[in-house]
């Protein structure tokens, strides 16, 4: 059987076509043999009936020739039906073991993409535990567990303590600000504007160093 496919050492691979090829190759013999076995039927002697009579002569009553071609037609495709299960079956495996094989594959190229993310993300210098709503913060998306790696010119490399952020937001006051977190383990960006509104302060927003 002709396959659709070669891997990398020039050994063909089965593919789903190639299975319902096989598949169809079945049912046709399948559907010969019972075209045989109705032959039989109809001379009324089935597989094993006798061909001779009681005095053991060969019977006049019946097709002899047509009777033992079809028990041997009947003989070669039931093994013909034996070995195409086989090689459907085989096929069946490699398909599955290749499914599985390529789903285990992406879910480590998933698991190396998302390593690969957290290596080059720089570590968080604070978090924000606070949002109140209706404020620039909330405005520009700032969510509650936003662990932040920079705000303003105030990065992971240069913070030393809050007063750092509230400088920047001071002198920042009308002018928006790119403000870095990471939510969820993959970097989110956002414009946050400090600016006057309802509520204290420029920001409406509470954020805490973490401690390392």
């Not at 957290?118 to 604070?126: G, I, K, N, R, S």
Request: proline fraction near 4%; aromatic fraction near 4%; include cysteine.
């Amino acid at each position: 059987m002709k396959m659709t496919e070669e891997n990398s050492s020039g050994k063909s691979e089965i593919s789903m076509k190639d299975v319902r090829n096989l598949v169809k190759k079945k049912d046709d013999i399948e559907e010969q043999i019972k075209a045989y076995y109705d032959v039989l039927e109809d001379q009324g002697v089935g597989v094993e009936g006798p061909l001779v009579d009681e005095e053991g002569f060969p019977r006049a009553d019946v097709n002899l020739y047509q009777i033992r071609a079809a028990r041997h037609d009947i003989s070669c495709l039931q093994n013909d039906h034996k070995a195409i299960m086989v090689e459907i079956e085989e096929a069946l495996h490699q398909l599955h073991a290749r499914e599985k094989a390529k789903r285990e594959q992406d879910e480590a190229g998933a698991q190396g993409d998302a390593m690969e993310l957290q290596v080059t993300l720089p570590p968080p210098f604070a978090r924000v535990d606070a949002v109140t709503q209706g404020s620039p913060a909330c405005g520009a998306g700032l969510r509650v567990g936003d662990e932040v790696i920079e705000f303003g010119s105030v990065n992971t490399g240069n913070f030393q303590n809050l007063q750092n952020i509230a400088s920047v937001v001071q002198h920042s006051e009308g002018k928006p600000l790119r403000v870095s977190v990471i939510r969820g383990g993959q970097k989110a960006q956002m414009s946050l504007t400090p600016q006057r509104w309802s509520g204290r302060g420029l920001l409406g927003c509470n954020i805490v160093p973490i401690h390392r």
